[in-house]
């Protein structure tokens, strides 16, 4: 795909095809799926394949140390498998001292020692994603599971040149790269970033232990990670520096098979993961939309962007008011979602906006009062994700968001593995007593919300993005404009961004400034950024992956500003 520039935007070519679409993060992961594809395989095999090679070339994001969600339409079959990472079973409410901070580092938590939290052997919570992967190949997959793992392997193995995106994200994290010996011997061999200038093929970023981990995999199965030698070596080096992490952690872990969140928007069937993630949140915002016929105004009006802002701030407030893991919070799943209480929260909407957005009361549509109650929980950003996409010719569809958290995670890879692990303890409240705090084996409440969207003659999108808490907004207004304004995927990827997950709602410079005015005076909090931030800051709002499909021609959007790739099979 080239990349074209304009006077203040940077554009990428849309890729079409009938036979085919892979889109992720990285062209080298794009070109594992399309291999699946062209060797036989269906948008399962060239998922799976895709998500193990983007945690190769994209380890500061995604890998094997961390979990995520797949959402899926397979011939008549359509479902979620979720597997999340999920926190230790000696995980405990107190576990992490506080240090009397009211919030630290821009996560929104209260400060915690030493950030042990954050980063660091205790931080490390049970990695999901090959429990994940493997659950949707054994149930879909055509090719063998050996096969779709070998791309992975040979990029650990043999090497690759990083493309700049993963370069920026090295330089960034340097401090961490020293901090952790392991993490440093890994991605800065001899203490620097020899591989960032590449000569006649030399000095690429070569991964040994990471392929010999996927060797291992390959050759005996995932139980060689889940209750095996490579378990072993990750347990054992976790609790010799702290950690609580231990052998039940993983043995018990199972991934989650369900039929997923499925509402309507317009005519169209929009499924999402459901309970403890943004899939329920970008439900809350887009069927308060439905009620609002933004079609009658412009793309990016005032108008429009008020109803849509007025919509995702109060699904946001509800979230942060109600969503944990429902085995350990009792949650109004059903009353969030109801049609009636979606209606009354869309009358709630008044010309002027609140100074604070307060949430609902959806127990009454629940039809019932909670049997137990705790404290809200404000839930953390986090900058460390990746975002896949496949449609294949039969129109079979997958949506994929893995995540080891923040860049590069917990900072660590256990010895011997080159696995860089998940800090996902970060998603957990560390003040006891909150509807999101820390408990043996809960899930905490995460960001993440691939998405497809089906209608009369099977799945039409499959969208879903990276970037923490900015991941609703960015899939909820990609839809808008895909559904309401009928734009195709990159047109919609390359239009003016908008987020509102925090106090301010931040705005691209493409939005005009009369318009921006029209917000301020209807009592919108705005937060314009600038191109400059736009071009170096890279995450200053989510990055999205789409592909659509319509009367069987595929089309295939990604985020500019990153090196994400998509290509279509010939």
């Known amino acids: 795909m080239a990349n074209l520039q304009t006077n203040l935007t940077f554009q990428k070519s849309e890729p079409q095809s009938t036979k ?7 062209r080298l992961a794009t070109q594992a799926g399309i291999d699946m594809l062209e060797a036989g395989g269906n948008a399962i095999d060239a998922a799976v394949a895709a998500c193990l090679a983007i945690g190769v070339v994209e380890p500061e994001s995604s890998g094997i140390g961390g979990g995520g969600y797949m959402v899926f339409q397979v011939g008549n079959e359509g479902g979620v498998i979720g597997f999340p990472m999920k926190g230790p079973l000696k995980g405990a409410p107190n576990m992490f001292e506080l240090t009397g901070e009211a919030s630290t580092e821009g996560f929104g938590w209260a400060g915690v020692k030493n950030d042990e939290n954050i980063h660091g052997f205790k931080s490390i919570a049970v990695p999901g994603c090959l429990s994940g992967l493997y659950e949707a190949h054994k149930k879909f997959g055509k090719l063998p599971f050996k096969e779709t793992i070998k791309p992975a392997i040979t990029l650990a193995k043999n090497g690759f040149q990083p493309e700049w995106f993963s370069l920026y994200k090295l330089a960034s994290m340097l401090p961490m790269l020293n901090r952790y010996s392991e993490l440093g011997k890994t991605f800065l061999p001899n203490g620097n970033l020899n591989f960032a200038h590449m000569t006649n093929g030399e000095n690429k970023l070569i991964q040994s232990d990471l392929a010999k981990t996927l060797i291992e995999i390959h050759d005996n199965g995932i139980d060689s990670f889940y209750r095996g030698d490579i378990t072993k070596k990750i347990v054992e080096d976790i609790q010799e ?3 609580i992490l231990n052998f039940d952690d993983f043995d018990q872990y199972k991934p989650f098979i369900w039929k997923g969140l499925e509402f309507k928007y317009r005519n169209k069937t929009l ?11 970008s439900a809350m915002t887009l069927k308060i939309l439905n009620n609002i016929d933004l079609k009658a105004f412009d793309h990016n009006s005032p108008e429009m962007l008020h109803y849509y802002i007025y919509a995702a701030k109060m699904a946001y407030a509800d979230r942060f008011q109600y969503l944990a893991d429902p085995e350990f919070t009792d949650v109004p799943w059903n009353g969030l979602v109801s049609d009636e209480y979606s209606k009354i929260r869309a009358l709630e909407i008044k010309e002027t906006a609140p100074n604070k957005f307060e949430f609902g009361n959806p127990w009454i549509q629940e039809g019932r009062e909670p049997n137990t109650f705790a404290d809200p929980s404000t839930p953390s950003p986090d900058n460390g994700t990746t975002h896949l996409a496949v449609i294949d010719g039969d129109g079979n569809a997958v949506s994929i968001t893995n995540t080891i958290m ?6 660590i890879i256990p010895k011997g593995t080159g696995i860089v692990m998940n800090n996902g ?3 957990y409240d560390p003040v006891p007593g909150r509807v999101n705090s820390v408990a043996p084996g809960k899930y905490p409440l995460n960001n993440m919300t691939p998405c497809l969207v089906l209608g009369d003659n099977g799945v039409e999108i499959a969208v879903g993005a990276s970037g923490g808490r900015r991941i609703t907004n960015c899939v909820t207004s990609l839809l808008v404009k895909m559904i309401d304004y009928n734009m195709n995927p990159q047109d919609a990827i390359d239009a003016p961004r908008i987020d509102c997950s925090s106090d ?5 410079s493409g939005i005009d400034q009369n318009t921006i005015n029209e917000l301020i005076q209807k009592g919108h909090k705005i937060n314009k950024l600038s191109d400059e931030l736009l071009r170096s800051g890279i995450n200053m709002f989510a990055s999205p992956v789409a592909i659509t499909r319509k009367n069987n021609q595929l089309r295939a959007g990604v985020d500019s500003f990153h090196t994400a790739y998509a290509q279509g099979l010939t």
């Not at 085919?20 to 990285?26: H, L, Q, R, Y």
């Not at 499924?271 to 949140?281: C, D, E, K, L, N």
């Not at 923040?406 to 900072?411: I, L, V």
């Open 20 to 26: 085919g679409m892979v889109a992720t993060k990285d």
């Open 241 to 243: 520096n702290g950690g």
């Open 271 to 281: 499924r999402v993961p459901p309970y403890a993630s943004a899939g329920i949140t």
């Open 406 to 411: 923040s860049g590069f995670g917990s900072g």
């Open 425 to 427: 303890m970060m998603w």
């Open 504 to 508: 301010f709602t931040d705005l691209t």
